[in-house]
Protein backbone atom coordinates (compact mmCIF):
# COMPACT_ATOMS: atom_id res chain seq x y z
CA UNK A 1 0.00 0.00 0.00
CA UNK A 2 1.16 3.55 -0.88
CA UNK A 3 1.27 6.10 1.26
CA UNK A 4 1.43 9.85 1.44
CA UNK A 5 0.93 12.86 4.13
CA UNK A 6 -0.66 15.86 3.39
CA UNK A 7 -0.89 19.21 4.63
CA UNK A 8 -3.55 21.37 5.13
CA UNK A 9 -5.88 18.33 4.68
CA UNK A 10 -8.95 19.73 6.76
CA UNK A 11 -10.37 22.36 3.87
CA UNK A 12 -10.16 22.95 0.65
CA UNK A 13 -6.98 21.59 -1.75
CA UNK A 14 -6.04 19.96 0.92
CA UNK A 15 -9.23 17.40 1.94
CA UNK A 16 -9.85 17.55 -1.82
CA UNK A 17 -6.71 15.35 -2.91
CA UNK A 18 -7.36 13.44 0.75
CA UNK A 19 -10.21 11.97 -0.82
CA UNK A 20 -8.96 11.27 -4.19
CA UNK A 21 -5.82 9.47 -2.30
CA UNK A 22 -7.97 7.61 0.03
CA UNK A 23 -10.52 6.47 -1.89
CA UNK A 24 -7.58 5.06 -4.42
CA UNK A 25 -6.56 2.86 -0.91
CA UNK A 26 -3.62 4.79 0.01
CA UNK A 27 -2.79 5.18 3.45
CA UNK A 28 -2.89 9.08 3.93
CA UNK A 29 -1.52 11.09 6.93
CA UNK A 30 -3.78 14.03 7.79
CA UNK A 31 -1.91 17.50 8.85
CA UNK A 32 -3.77 20.78 9.60
CA UNK A 33 -4.65 22.33 13.05
CA UNK A 34 -8.51 21.50 13.13
CA UNK A 35 -7.75 18.19 14.69
CA UNK A 36 -12.21 17.57 14.92
CA UNK A 37 -11.96 18.33 11.00
CA UNK A 38 -9.28 15.34 10.50
CA UNK A 39 -11.12 13.20 12.76
CA UNK A 40 -14.26 13.30 11.43
CA UNK A 41 -12.12 12.37 7.89
CA UNK A 42 -10.49 9.50 9.83
CA UNK A 43 -13.93 7.98 10.98
CA UNK A 44 -15.22 7.82 7.43
CA UNK A 45 -11.85 6.09 5.97
CA UNK A 46 -10.14 3.06 7.75
CA UNK A 47 -6.82 4.31 5.80
CA UNK A 48 -7.01 8.06 7.16
CA UNK A 49 -4.40 8.94 9.95
CA UNK A 50 -5.01 12.02 11.65
CA UNK A 51 -2.07 14.56 12.50
CA UNK A 52 -3.12 16.66 14.09
CA UNK A 53 0.02 19.58 14.26
CA UNK A 54 0.23 23.26 13.47
CA UNK A 55 3.09 23.65 10.44
CA UNK A 56 5.05 26.32 11.55
CA UNK A 57 5.97 24.43 14.74
CA UNK A 58 8.96 22.57 13.85
CA UNK A 59 9.19 19.66 16.40
CA UNK A 60 5.52 19.21 15.65
CA UNK A 61 6.25 18.35 11.82
CA UNK A 62 8.83 16.02 12.72
CA UNK A 63 6.63 13.97 15.63
CA UNK A 64 3.64 13.71 12.96
CA UNK A 65 6.07 12.11 10.20
CA UNK A 66 7.64 9.86 12.53
CA UNK A 67 3.79 8.92 13.76
CA UNK A 68 2.84 8.16 10.07
CA UNK A 69 5.91 6.24 9.46
CA UNK A 70 5.74 4.04 12.50
CA UNK A 71 1.64 3.14 12.21
CA UNK A 72 2.36 2.61 7.95
CA UNK A 73 6.01 1.77 7.42
CA UNK A 74 7.21 4.95 4.99
CA UNK A 75 6.57 8.01 3.31
CA UNK A 76 5.97 7.99 -0.62
CA UNK A 77 4.70 11.12 -0.59
CA UNK A 78 4.41 14.76 0.85
CA UNK A 79 1.85 16.88 -0.68
CA UNK A 80 3.40 20.54 0.70
CA UNK A 81 -0.02 22.07 0.65
CA UNK A 82 -0.93 24.12 3.70
CA UNK A 83 -0.66 27.95 2.92
CA UNK A 84 -2.37 31.17 3.78
CA UNK A 85 -3.20 34.76 1.91
CA UNK A 86 -2.83 37.13 4.34
CA UNK A 87 -3.70 40.79 4.12
CA UNK A 88 -3.91 42.65 0.98
CA UNK A 89 -2.04 46.36 0.27
CA UNK A 90 0.70 47.94 -1.04
CA UNK A 91 4.10 47.24 0.99
CA UNK A 92 3.56 50.39 2.80
CA UNK A 93 0.24 48.92 3.92
CA UNK A 94 1.44 45.61 5.75
CA UNK A 95 2.52 45.42 9.10
CA UNK A 96 5.78 43.57 9.94
CA UNK A 97 3.61 40.87 12.21
CA UNK A 98 1.17 40.21 8.78
CA UNK A 99 4.31 39.48 7.12
CA UNK A 100 5.69 37.25 9.74
CA UNK A 101 2.59 35.49 9.75
CA UNK A 102 2.51 34.60 6.11
CA UNK A 103 6.33 33.39 5.80
CA UNK A 104 5.51 31.56 8.70
CA UNK A 105 2.65 29.36 7.41
CA UNK A 106 3.90 29.37 3.12
CA UNK A 107 7.99 29.29 3.58
CA UNK A 108 8.83 28.12 7.08
CA UNK A 109 5.91 25.85 6.69
CA UNK A 110 6.90 24.54 3.91
CA UNK A 111 10.69 24.00 4.73
CA UNK A 112 10.13 22.47 7.87
CA UNK A 113 7.14 19.80 5.92
CA UNK A 114 9.85 19.17 3.50
CA UNK A 115 12.43 18.73 6.07
CA UNK A 116 10.57 16.07 7.84
CA UNK A 117 9.33 14.45 4.76
CA UNK A 118 12.93 14.43 2.87
CA UNK A 119 15.10 13.53 6.18
CA UNK A 120 13.05 10.11 6.19
CA UNK A 121 12.71 9.78 2.63
CA UNK A 122 16.53 9.38 2.59
CA UNK A 123 17.05 7.07 5.34
CA UNK A 124 14.13 4.58 4.65
CA UNK A 125 14.82 1.18 3.02
CA UNK A 126 14.22 1.92 -0.01
CA UNK A 127 15.28 5.35 -0.12
CA UNK A 128 13.51 7.89 -2.32
CA UNK A 129 9.97 9.52 -2.57
CA UNK A 130 7.97 12.20 -3.89
CA UNK A 131 7.83 16.05 -2.41
CA UNK A 132 4.94 17.90 -4.52
CA UNK A 133 5.33 21.63 -3.39
CA UNK A 134 1.30 23.81 -3.26
CA UNK A 135 2.81 27.24 -5.21
CA UNK A 136 0.41 29.02 -7.30
CA UNK A 137 0.34 31.13 -10.18
CA UNK A 138 1.15 34.05 -8.03
CA UNK A 139 4.93 32.48 -8.36
CA UNK A 140 4.59 33.64 -11.71
CA UNK A 141 2.83 36.57 -12.48
CA UNK A 142 1.31 38.22 -8.69
CA UNK A 143 -2.13 40.11 -8.01
CA UNK A 144 -2.28 43.37 -7.06
CA UNK A 145 -1.42 44.18 -3.32
CA UNK A 146 -0.17 40.56 -2.50
CA UNK A 147 3.14 41.23 -1.25
CA UNK A 148 3.09 38.72 1.20
CA UNK A 149 1.64 36.05 -0.88
CA UNK A 150 3.38 36.27 -4.36
CA UNK A 151 6.93 36.83 -2.20
CA UNK A 152 6.14 33.89 -0.40
CA UNK A 153 5.17 31.63 -3.38
CA UNK A 154 7.93 32.79 -5.12
CA UNK A 155 10.23 31.29 -2.62
CA UNK A 156 8.35 28.05 -2.81
CA UNK A 157 9.90 27.91 -6.35
CA UNK A 158 13.22 28.13 -4.89
CA UNK A 159 12.43 25.54 -2.44
CA UNK A 160 10.88 23.19 -4.83
CA UNK A 161 14.29 23.39 -7.37
CA UNK A 162 16.42 22.71 -4.23
CA UNK A 163 14.95 19.68 -3.06
CA UNK A 164 14.77 18.51 -6.78
CA UNK A 165 18.65 18.99 -7.26
CA UNK A 166 19.37 17.74 -3.71
CA UNK A 167 17.32 14.98 -3.96
CA UNK A 168 18.80 13.15 -7.02
CA UNK A 169 21.00 11.04 -5.47
CA UNK A 170 19.00 10.04 -2.95
CA UNK A 171 15.78 8.61 -5.37
CA UNK A 172 14.13 11.89 -4.24
CA UNK A 173 11.89 13.93 -6.66
CA UNK A 174 10.22 17.36 -5.82
CA UNK A 175 7.95 19.51 -8.39
CA UNK A 176 5.73 21.99 -7.68
CA UNK A 177 1.79 22.27 -8.45
CA UNK A 178 0.83 25.85 -9.20
CA UNK A 179 -2.93 26.44 -8.62
CA UNK A 180 -5.07 29.54 -10.14
CA UNK A 181 -8.44 30.02 -9.18
CA UNK A 182 -9.60 26.48 -7.25
CA UNK A 183 -12.96 26.88 -5.44
CA UNK A 184 -12.60 26.54 -1.92
CA UNK A 185 -13.16 28.48 2.02
CA UNK A 186 -9.81 30.67 0.87
CA UNK A 187 -10.73 32.06 -2.42
CA UNK A 188 -14.60 32.25 -1.95
CA UNK A 189 -14.43 36.02 -2.66
CA UNK A 190 -12.55 35.46 -6.42
CA UNK A 191 -15.80 34.28 -7.79
CA UNK A 192 -18.09 37.51 -6.79
CA UNK A 193 -14.78 40.02 -7.25
CA UNK A 194 -11.32 41.16 -7.32
CA UNK A 195 -8.93 44.09 -7.98
CA UNK A 196 -7.24 43.53 -11.31
CA UNK A 197 -4.34 44.94 -12.70
CA UNK A 198 -6.13 48.11 -14.08
CA UNK A 199 -7.75 48.64 -10.59
CA UNK A 200 -11.46 47.17 -11.38
CA UNK A 201 -13.04 45.11 -9.39
CA UNK A 202 -14.27 41.97 -11.53
CA UNK A 203 -15.51 38.43 -10.90
CA UNK A 204 -12.89 35.90 -12.38
CA UNK A 205 -14.00 32.26 -13.55
CA UNK A 206 -13.37 29.35 -11.26
CA UNK A 207 -12.05 25.49 -11.25
CA UNK A 208 -13.53 23.07 -8.53
CA UNK A 209 -10.79 21.42 -6.26
CA UNK A 210 -11.06 18.18 -7.38
CA UNK A 211 -9.59 19.39 -10.46
CA UNK A 212 -6.19 20.55 -8.40
CA UNK A 213 -6.32 17.13 -6.56
CA UNK A 214 -6.60 14.90 -9.94
CA UNK A 215 -3.62 17.12 -11.02
CA UNK A 216 -1.83 16.13 -7.86
CA UNK A 217 -2.56 12.68 -8.27
CA UNK A 218 -0.99 12.45 -11.90
CA UNK A 219 2.44 13.42 -10.20
CA UNK A 220 1.91 11.24 -7.09
CA UNK A 221 1.74 8.65 -9.16
CA UNK A 222 4.58 8.85 -11.79
CA UNK A 223 7.80 6.34 -11.89
CA UNK A 224 10.48 7.45 -9.73
CA UNK A 225 12.45 7.76 -13.31
CA UNK A 226 10.27 10.37 -13.67
CA UNK A 227 9.30 14.18 -12.61
CA UNK A 228 6.97 17.35 -13.32
CA UNK A 229 8.92 19.67 -11.68
CA UNK A 230 6.72 22.52 -12.17
CA UNK A 231 2.70 22.22 -13.63
CA UNK A 232 0.24 24.89 -13.92
CA UNK A 233 -3.59 23.79 -13.48
CA UNK A 234 -5.94 27.13 -13.43
CA UNK A 235 -9.49 28.26 -14.18
CA UNK A 236 -9.55 28.53 -18.21
CA UNK A 237 -11.10 31.56 -18.28
CA UNK A 238 -9.39 33.56 -15.53
CA UNK A 239 -7.33 36.84 -16.09
CA UNK A 240 -3.30 35.05 -15.97
CA UNK A 241 -0.96 36.69 -18.13
CA UNK A 242 -1.25 40.29 -17.54
CA UNK A 243 -4.12 39.98 -14.64
CA UNK A 244 -6.58 41.11 -17.44
Known amino acids: MRTIVITGASSGIGKATAEVFLDAG ?109 GSISAHVPRPGSVCYATTKHGVSGLTKTLNLDGRDMGICAGQIDIGNAATEMTKGIAQGVRQADGSIKPEAVMDAGDVAEAVWYMANLPPEANVPSLTVMANKMPFIGRG
Open 26 to 134: WKVGLIARRADRLEAMANWHDNAVALPADVTDADAMQAAVASFVKQVGRLDVLFNNAGSFGPSGTIDEISLADWRAVLDVNLTGMFLCARAAFAQMRRQDPAGGRIINN
